[in-house]
C-alpha cells in the first residue's frame, strides 16, 4: 500500500474540512503530547518472540475484562500482522471515518477495537511503513477514535522492542504496565526477560508475566505434556522481581478459536483454559485497581 495512514473509509459530514483526519499531519514536533483518549487503565500486551501468544492473551483477557462489566477497548498495534481482527471473527469489518474521528468496531456494548487491518482494502494487503507513520497513526488510534470512557485499553504489540511499544508508551495516557507473555522454554522466557527489560527502561512498569501454552491435558488419557516445558513464566517473573499472573495452557482449542474467530472465554468459559484466562485478568485487575 501507500505510505498515508489510516486511508479509512470516509463519511459523515466533511465540510469546511480541507484536511482528510485519516491523512498524516505534519511530523510531530519536540516533546509527543499525551493523546486524548479517555481510560483509566491502558496495558501493553509485550513479549519477546512471536507466536507466542500475545494476540491471543489480548483477544481473551479484553473478553474477560468486558465480561467482568469493565468498558474495554482492544488496540491491535501488530502494523505488520493485524490478527486481532481475525480472532474476533470480524476480519471483513472497514471501520468508518467522519470529519472528527472514527469509529471502532463495537464487538459487544462494552468491547470495541481498533486494527490497521480495519483500514486495508483487504486481509492480504501489507503495511510498508516507516517508524513516523506508524507513530502517527497511533497517534490517530488514540486520539482520533471514538472509544468512550473506557476502564481497559489492552493494546496488543508486535514482537519485540520496537517504534510501536516506545510510541504508545510515550503518547497513552495512565499506561498502568505491561504484561510480559512467554512460552515456557528457556528461548522464549530469555527473549521474554529482554522485553520486560527494555520496557521498564522506557519507564512503563512489568505488571507481571504469564505463562502461555504451558502444559496440555491430553484428551485420551488426562495426563499433562510438557510440550514447551514449564515453569519458565514463574522463573522469569522471580527473575525480574515481578508478579507471576499465572498459565494458561496449550490447548488445541486455542487455536480453533483463534481461526474461527470465536474466542475460548466465549466457547469454552468453564473449561480449565476459560478458568486460566479468568484467573489471569483476576489478578491483573488486583495488581492494576489495588
Ligand atoms: N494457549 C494456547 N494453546 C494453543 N494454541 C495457542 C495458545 N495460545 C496461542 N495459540 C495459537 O498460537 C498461534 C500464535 O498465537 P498468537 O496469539 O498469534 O501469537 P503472537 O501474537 O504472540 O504472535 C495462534 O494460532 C494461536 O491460536
Ligand atoms: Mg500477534
Known amino acids: 500500500m501507500d505510505d498515508k495512514p489510516l486511508n479509512a473509509k470516509r463519511t459523515g459530514d466533511e465540510k469546511g474540512d480541507t484536511r482528510s483526519s485519516t491523512q498524516p499531519h505534519s511530523e510531530p514536533k519536540g516533546l509527543p503530547q499525551k493523546a486524548k483518549i479517555e481510560v483509566k487503565h491502558v496495558i501493553l500486551v509485550l513479549s519477546g518472540k512471536g507466536g507466542v501468544g500475545k494476540s491471543t492473551v489480548s483477544v481473551n483477557l479484553a473478553f474477560a475484562l468486558a465480561n467482568h462489566g469493565k468498558n474495554v477497548g482492544l488496540l491491535d498495534l501488530d502494523f505488520h500482522g493485524p490478527n486481532i481482527p481475525k480472532m474476533l471473527g470480524i476480519e471483513g469489518e472497514r471501520a468508518v471515518a467522519f470529519a472528527n474521528g472514527m469509529e471502532p468496531i463495537h464487538v459487544t456494548g462494552n468491547l470495541a477495537v481498533m486494527s490497521i487491518a480495519f483500514l486495508l482494502p483487504d486481509t492480504s494487503t501489507p503495511v510498508i511503513w516507516r517508524g513516523p507513520m506508524k507513530m502517527r497513526a497511533i497517534e490517530q488510534f488514540l486520539s482520533e ?31 498502568k504496565g505491561a504484561v510480559i507473555v512467554t512460552t515456557p522454554q528457556d528461548v522464549a522466557v530469555m527473549d521474554a526477560i529482554k522485553a520486560a527489560k527494555f520496557i521498564e527502561k522506557i519507564d512503563v512498569p512489568v505488571i507481571g508475566v504469564i505463562e502461555n501454552m504451558s502444559g496440555m491435558i491430553c484428551p485420551h488419557c488426562g495426563g499433562t505434556i510438557n510440550l514447551f516445558s514449564k515453569g519458565g513464566g514463574e522463573k522469569a517473573a522471580g527473575d525480574l522481581g515481578v508478579p507471576y499472573l499465572g498459565a494458561i495452557p496449550l490447548d488445541p482449542e486455542m487455536v480453533k478459536a483463534g481461526d474461527e474467530g470465536r474466542p475460548i472465554i466465549l466457547r469454552h468459559a468453564d473449561s480449565p483454559t476459560g478458568k486460566a484466562v479468568d484467573t489471569v485478568m483476576e489478578n491483573l485487575v488486583r495488581l492494576v485497581e489495588s
Open 145 to 175: 477514535v471514538h472509544w468512550g470512557s473506557l476502564d481497559y485499553l489492552v493494546v496488543d504489540l508486535p514482537p519485540g522492542t520496537g517504534d510501536e511499544a516506545l510510541t504508545i508508551a510515550q503518547l497513552a495516557p495512565n499506561v
